[in-house]
């Protein structure tokens, strides 16, 4: 799955046309990534540079990303530097996983000046670096000090150094004699020697030559025949082509549920039936495609990351308290028997004195056990310590009926935190992530720092349509859960959530007719789709008609109870998705 050199050099000819183009604009989404808007004559295009360790990679990308409010400092200092260069050149050092977008730019002083991009594609090493005329670093994406490593520095002020090379072959230029005489001197599985002697090939691109040279059977590489010697000559000779002639397919392998797992420039036959294959147009396009879905995740992640730990903490501290309190109510339990003791010492007053230690009363309370012996005070006189057995007795009450209250209390907390975590797993714009913190804020969790300008405004309810035309209403948090069930909806709607699990209200327009039992269960599905429940294989859902569903007095955002209700099993999904 990792962008080698040789994808790598696809990507630099697909780049190629964007020769004399003018930085637009220059945006940086996440601390890992940036994009370029260049504009030529003709066109205009969005290049996406990431360092992300598990997403590194450089391509022309199609998909909206939302931007930060204020630009971090590495963005400003592009915008200076980078911002109406015009790209000169496109440079890549072999199969070196880097590439270096040389750029003409005019100075403070109105000079113009040569100024460089390096994009290094390194896996968890990868960095995005600008370099001045002169070859010293004016800064980067992430700074590697001395203490990070010994070996090179990518500091502001620093002399650039490429990356540390290893010494080995590039099948696009060694020759064949060369190629047969260093694999076969070396010994072990052929992928990994062919992984040891070329440089910028990825394990997948590898595996896939010794797929087809051991006609889908492990060989190695100290007994390959001569029949595999041709093989793997006629294979690399014809990825040579692919590259140098432009004749490739961009294929991605995915699971059978839809997961992308791998991608190459070349068919991939390796997997055989175990996954599912699809071409696409052009290399931009593959990388545009696989890491959509993830890219979307990490940038949302980053962004709700005080959240998440928010939302742990106090989940975490809740249940410390929830503990500490069940052990202090459990010590109530004894409240009944210090009420006998100070019965029993009071229906015996005459019989006791002050100074004793105990007493060895009969025990009307219990036939079966004849005497019971009661710890006294020997400070107190009977009826003191009878009436430190009462106080004892009304305070271990009033510490049950507290405490009860405040488990449940902190109970339904935890209930509201968890709703608030899936919410937020499920969130998928910034805008969710800022409802999301405003609703908090209201309840005391958080502090939100006053913003100039004015606050964002919540999205409509998700909105969709049945297989019969019904319109279906999800909420997106629990906020919005409460105006589309209590505002919104009509009395003869129907309500649907998960049961017992946390999820979003989700509202069937009836019209005050009776819907299908086949189109509840599409708004079942629905609901258990927008729950926490959404990767189960059967789910059950609640349904009843709104007015069946209250809110209770002093109830956190998205609490509701409800009556009337029947129940759904079904499985998750999203309408238009396949079951």
């Given at each position: 799955m990792a962008l080698d050199g040789a994808y790598l050099y696809a990507i630099r000819q697909e780049l190629l046309p964007l020769m004399d183009a003018r930085v637009e604009k220059i945006y940086q989404p996440t601390r890992e990534?940036?994009?370029?808007?260049?504009?030529?004559?003709?066109?205009?295009?969005?290049?996406?540079?990431?360092?992300?360790?598990?997403?590194?990679?450089?391509?022309l990308t199609q998909v909206a990303v939302e931007n930060p409010k204020t630009p971090p400092m590495f963005c400003m200092l592009l915008r200076k530097r980078l911002g109406s260069g015009k790209l000169l050149r496109i440079r890549q050092d072999g199969l070196e996983r880097v590439l270096y977008f040389d750029f003409s730019?005019?100075?403070?002083?109105?000079?113009?000046?040569?100024?460089?991009?390096?994009?290094?594609?390194?896996?968890?090493?990868?960095?995005?670096?600008?370099?001045d005329e002169i070859g010293c670093v004016i800064d980067s994406m992430k700074r590697v000090d001395a203490t990070m490593s010994s070996k090179r520095l990518v500091l502001p002020g620093v002399a650039y150094e490429m990356p540390p090379r290893d010494h080995r072959l590039n099948f696009l230029t060694a020759s064949d004699e060369t190629i047969r005489a260093a694999v076969t001197a070396k010994t072990g599985e052929l992928s990994k020697v062919l992984l040891q002697t070329f440089e910028g090939v990825s394990p997948v691109l590898v595996r896939e030559w010794?797929?087809?040279?051991?006609?889908?059977?492990?060989?190695?590489?100290?007994?390959?025949?001569?029949?595999?010697?041709?093989?793997?000559?006629?294979?690399?000779?014809?990825?040579?082509?692919?590259?140098?002639?432009?004749?490739?397919?961009?294929?991605?392998?995915?699971?059978?549920?839809?997961?992308?797992?791998?991608f190459s420039f070349i068919p991939l036959r390796q997997y055989g039936s175990l996954m599912v294959t699809k071409t696409m147009p052009s290399a931009c396009a593959l990388l545009d495609e696989f890491y959509a879905s993830r890219d979307r995740a990490a940038r949302l992640k980053q962004r709700?990351?005080?959240?998440?730990?928010?939302?742990?903490?106090?989940?975490?501290?809740?249940?410390?308290?929830?503990?500490?309190?069940?052990?202090?109510?459990?010590?109530?339990?004894?409240?009944?028997?210090?009420?006998?003791?100070?019965?029993?010492?009071?229906?015996?007053?005459?019989?006791?004195?002050?100074?004793?230690?105990?007493?060895?009363?009969?025990?009307f309370y219990e036939p079966d056990c004849p005497t019971v012996t009661i710890a006294?005070?020997?400070?107190?006189?009977?009826p003191q310590n009878a009436q430190k057995y009462y106080q004892s007795y009304k305070k271990a009450c009033t510490a049950e009926k507290i405490l009860t209250e405040q488990i449940q209390k902190g109970r339904d907390e935890l209930e509201y935190l968890d709703s608030v975590l899936d919410v937020l797993s499920r969130a998928e714009t910034e805008n969710d992530l800022d409802q999301l913190r405003a609703e908090l804020a209201e309840q005391g969790y958080l502090r939100l720092l006053r913003k100039k300008g004015k606050p964002p405004k919540s999205l409509p309810p998700m909105e969709y349509t049945a297989s019969d035309g019904t319109?279906?209403?999800?909420?997106?948090?629990?906020?919005?859960?409460?105006?589309?069930?209590?505002?919104?909806?009509?009395?003869?709607?129907?309500?649907?959530?998960?049961?017992?699990?946390?999820?979003?209200?989700?509202?069937?327009?009836?019209?005050?007719?009776?819907?299908?039992?086949?189109?509840?269960?599409?708004?079942?599905?629905?609901?258990?789709?927008?729950?926490?429940?959404?990767?189960?294989?059967?789910?059950?859902?609640?349904?009843?008609?709104?007015?069946?569903?209250?809110?209770?007095?002093?109830?956190?955002?998205?609490?509701?109870?409800?009556?009337?209700?029947?129940?759904?099993?079904?499985?998750?999904?999203?309408?238009?998705?396949?079951?």
């Open positions: 990534e940036l994009i370029l808007a260049l504009r030529s004559r003709t066109d205009s295009a969005k290049l996406l540079l990431s360092c992300a360790a598990d997403r590194a990679r450089v391509h730019c005019v100075n403070e002083l109105g000079d113009v000046v040569e100024l460089t991009l390096a994009c290094e594609i390194m896996g968890r090493y990868s960095n995005i670096i600008l370099i010794a797929y087809y040279v051991g006609q889908g059977q492990p060989c190695r590489a100290e007994s390959l025949t001569e029949d595999q010697c041709d093989r793997l000559g006629y294979i690399l000779r014809r990825t040579r082509e692919r590259l140098l002639q432009g004749d490739m397919t961009f294929t991605i392998v995915s699971t059978k549920e839809g997961q992308p797992k791998d709700a990351n005080d959240l998440f730990h928010l939302l742990l903490h106090t989940t975490e501290r809740i249940q410390r308290r929830i503990v500490s309190q069940s052990e202090e109510l459990d010590a109530c339990e004894e409240k009944e028997t210090l009420r006998r003791k100070a019965d029993l010492i009071s229906a015996n007053l005459y019989r006791l004195q002050k100074g004793d230690t105990s007493a060895v009363l009969e025990d006294l005070d020997a400070r107190l006189t009977p319109r279906i209403l999800v909420g997106r948090n629990n906020r919005q859960n409460d105006q589309l069930t209590l505002k919104a909806a009509g009395k003869l709607d129907i309500w649907l959530h998960t049961q017992n699990i946390p999820g979003s209200h989700v509202i069937l327009e009836t019209g005050g007719k009776k819907p299908s039992l086949e189109i509840l269960k599409e708004a079942a599905a629905l609901a258990a789709y927008h729950s926490k429940a959404r990767d189960s294989a059967q789910v059950p859902v609640d349904y009843c008609q709104v007015r069946y569903v209250k809110k209770p007095a002093g109830a956190k955002p998205g609490m509701v109870i409800f009556s009337n209700q029947h129940t759904l099993y079904v499985v998750p999904k999203e309408i238009g998705q396949e079951a």
